[in-house]
């Protein structure tokens, strides 16, 4: 990882490729799944840090070993959040501690589309900024992790997934970070290392698109690729319905300016 990781220095802008050299202390090594992180350690507008331990991110965790498990243990992790749908959870269960409180969040993902309409979607064009441009089931699907965050306990930490860890999960992680006054080019980065870390796993899906759609490998890879752009169009659909992101966030998330507080109180350091 350490030399792929190294590798994209030149491909990567300086605030992707800062995201990733801090991986050593980011990235949770376990063997049942990848793109799993830790959310902290990110400055704000105004100096302060996102604190380390508390938020992590991860794509299906559902073959996690006895060896991650103790990890999730070691690391307080007894709250989950999954975004996936409910055929797709139920084909691949969460595999966590005894006693977690799980909780499915499939608000907008039992509509995904399969590989055969995936295939149609990428000849078409735009697929992933038609995903990320609809806020429709944003709030639905992140609510109940925003309400989890005001109350978790000072000594339990959370985590939340999807299947690669990646859309789903990137756009919750956004709204948190910018819940906290993370800048925008510090999200992105954060959003857009799911590329490194989930490259081995995308040459395979790619391949498979391949097959399906004619395309090939460059064109299948810039079609899927996470981009600055993606939030970006998620951001401005929210502006566009809500009026501002906070007022989305109130009225969907039930985090207005108390709440707003909070979560700074309890997350920044």
């Known amino acids: 990882m350490k030399r792929l990781i190294f590798s994209m220095a030149i491909l990567l802008p300086g605030f992707a490729?800062?995201?990733?050299?801090?991986?050593?202390?980011?990235?949770?090594?376990?063997?049942?799944?990848?793109?799993?992180?830790?959310?902290?350690?990110?400055?704000?507008?105004?100096?302060?840090?996102?604190?380390?331990?508390k938020v992590y991110r991860s794509a299906d965790v559902s073959r996690l070993t006895e060896q991650d498990l103790d990890t999730l243990r070691q690391r307080h992790i007894h709250t989950?959040?999954?975004?996936?749908?409910?055929?797709?959870?139920?084909?691949?269960?969460?595999?966590?501690?005894?006693?977690?409180?799980?909780?499915?969040?499939?608000?907008?993902?039992?509509?995904?589309?399969?590989?055969?309409?995936?295939?149609?979607?990428?000849?078409?064009?735009?697929?992933?900024?038609?995903?990320?441009?609809?806020?429709?089931?944003?709030?639905?699907?992140?609510?109940?992790?925003?309400?989890?965050?005001?109350?978790?306990?000072?000594?339990?930490?959370?985590m939340y997934h999807c299947t690669g860890g990646r859309d789903r999960t990137g756009m919750a992680t956004a709204l948190f970070l910018y819940a906290l006054q993370v800048p925008q080019e510090t999200i992105e980065a954060d959003f857009t290392a799911s590329n490194v870390y989930l490259a081995p796993m995308n040459a395979r899906m790619f391949k498979g698109m391949q097959q399906l759609t004619g395309m090939n490998e460059e064109q299948i890879k810039n079609a899927m690729a996470l981009k600055p752009a993606h939030l970006q169009i998620m951001f401005n659909g929210i502006r566009k319905k809500y009026g501002t992101v906070e007022q989305f966030m109130e009225k969907e998330l039930g985090i207005g300016e108390k709440e707003l507080k909070v979560l700074r109180e309890k997350y920044l350091m």
């Open 17 to 53: 490729f800062a995201q990733l050299t801090d991986s050593t202390q980011r990235l949770v090594h376990v063997q049942g799944t990848v793109n799993f992180r830790d959310v902290g350690g990110y400055k704000t507008r105004d100096g302060k840090t996102v604190a380390w331990g």
């Open 80 to 158: 989950v959040f999954d975004f996936r749908g409910k055929a797709e959870a139920g084909a691949a269960p969460d595999h966590l501690l005894p006693g977690t409180r799980y909780q499915l969040c499939p608000a907008g993902s039992d509509s995904l589309p399969t590989p055969a309409q995936m295939a149609n979607y990428l000849k078409d064009g735009g697929f992933l900024e038609k995903f990320y441009g609809d806020p429709t089931p944003f709030g639905a699907r992140y609510k109940p992790l925003f309400q989890e965050l005001l109350t978790l306990p000072a000594s339990e930490a959370v």
